[in-house]
């Protein structure tokens, strides 16, 4: 039986997105979520900082569209990968790969009904 692996988040983005592209030049876009948990005490809302990876056309609208501070929503996977560093020391990565994302901002859906 293949087990279901399947995340749905909603946060702020920490910083720009970054946009390289591979050697066979597919688009790849990281960027990173706030997710505030919040608290029942007042004033002590913490937050989840969760990386996230695109690939191909979604990677290119996430790089074009997103930038710090906005809201969105992603769909994905959750990836745990290992890899060793520029020093030769074995780190982990927990990403979610993203197959579908949606901007939740009302800025951006103000200007898009403007321009249709």
Do not use: W
């Amino acid at each position: 039986m293949r087990g279901i692996n399947r995340s749905i988040l909603a946060g702020r983005l920490t910083a720009d997105p970054e946009v390289r592209y591979t050697s066979d030049e597919v688009a790849v876009t990281h960027f990173c979520l706030a997710i505030n948990r919040g608290s029942k005490k007042k004033g002590t809302d913490t937050a989840d900082f969760i990386n996230c990876v695109a690939f191909g056309g979604l990677a290119k609208i996430c790089g074009e569209y997103l930038k710090k501070g906005k809201l969105v929503a992603v769909e994905g996977r959750l990836q745990i990968r290992s890899y060793e560093n520029k020093n030769g020391q074995k780190r982990t990565a927990t990403e979610v790969v993203i197959d579908d994302m949606q901007m939740l901002d009302s800025k951006f859906y103000q200007a898009t009904a403007k321009v249709v």
